[in-house]
């Protein structure tokens, strides 16, 4: 009997969908998980295809052909670390190891080299699109050895999104490149539906839209340049109603959003690196602020806020461009923050391929990501979207509208933070003279940290204290 070309272990949703998807593609697979139900399922749900689940580690092993591409879709952490260790005396060398979970880059950087010392690959791979994408075609960011990666690009290439029949999986650098990109992906996951949520809460307390209204805007935006996964799903989740109870079902959902780290990393990097990426960062901390509910209900008894709504009128169009303004910003910080890191880290990242791959599959996908895949491949170098002349007029178009949209939010006490740090980030980047010559003078005042003069050459201090 032939043996199986690729093999997952972690049968959860991700995985189990993830291996239907490789067997659906032609490719005969083995999944292992400890939990004997988890097996079943996937002997259940794979039956048309030639995909079997086993319980143990050493029937999986041993059906697999050498070398062997082992893939782990398990929670990441020390988890995987332990899958390794038991997996590990089992391999031979030159088997593959992938990890396709949402691993912490430094981490993924640590098991390449500790596997390649023992001669055995490893590739680190970011993988998105949920569980349905996982089963009918992800975006798939994968860093390692490309020569490593060949072993394994049919099959990925195979199970991966389509757009225009260009596969969206690519090898994107070296080490860690797969899942530092995938970071950053998620950054501006957590970006894209911070706006989102910051532009329902105005529509429904600002302008006090209902939730057909809602819902119809981000459907016709859908159809527009706000094209995008997070917009299409945000006008189905307004009009669903409560099964439990009457009304609409988001409304009874508790406002507390867990998280689970790739957003924060993306923040903590960026701030190692120097680059500044404030609506993510402001996505990270609503998130966080949002956590502390017991706070903000004590808080909220104190504080009297306002009506928010108000005799303005927004129109559709009108409010799409603001949130289309803040998709780009957002968009524009994770880019620069990955050319930055491609230096820092060697890793040679092609933005035009990035951009390519997002365009399906993942959950950042959207129609923009051709229009910056063209600026990436015209413009290889360019160190910030914004310098593409036609980016700048739609966040100009959106900051235009923006100001009337931040009135209303202000006036009621509606949380802008995500909104206000993109359209602040789009000022202080287009600014060519910042306050900080205050600063600086502060600096010196208190520390004699010194400066310099946009009039003269050198470092300078003053006495400033009479
Ligand atoms: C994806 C998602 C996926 C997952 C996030 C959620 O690209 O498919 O990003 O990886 O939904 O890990 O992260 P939080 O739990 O931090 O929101």
Redesign the pocket.
Known sequence: MSKAKFGMIGLGVMGRNFLLNVADSGFKCVGYDLNDEKVNALNEEGREFDVTGVDTLEEFVGSLEAPRNIMLLVPAGKIVDAVIADLEPHLEAGDLIIDGG?SHFPDTERREKELNKKNLEFLGVG????AK?ARLGPSIMIGGKKDVYAQVAPILEAVSAKVNGEPCAAHLGNGSAGHFV?MV??GI??AMMQLICETYDVMKNGLGMNHAAMSYAFDRWNKSSLNAYLTEITAAILTKEDDLGDGYLVEQILDTA??????RWTSEVALELGIPIPTIDAAVTMRQISALRDQRLALSEVIEKSSAVGSEKFGTDELGRILLGAYVVSYAQGFALLAEASKEKGFELDFAEIAKIWRGG??IRASLLEEFRTIFAETPSIENLLFDPGITKTVSEGRKGFLKFQAIAGRGGIPVVAYSSGYGYFDAITSGRLPANLLQAQRDYFGSHTYKRIDREGTFHTEWED
């Open positions: 949402n993988v998105s699109g949920g994408g995938k992906h998620n996951e957590y867990g998280q689970k780290g790739t957003g993942c959950i």
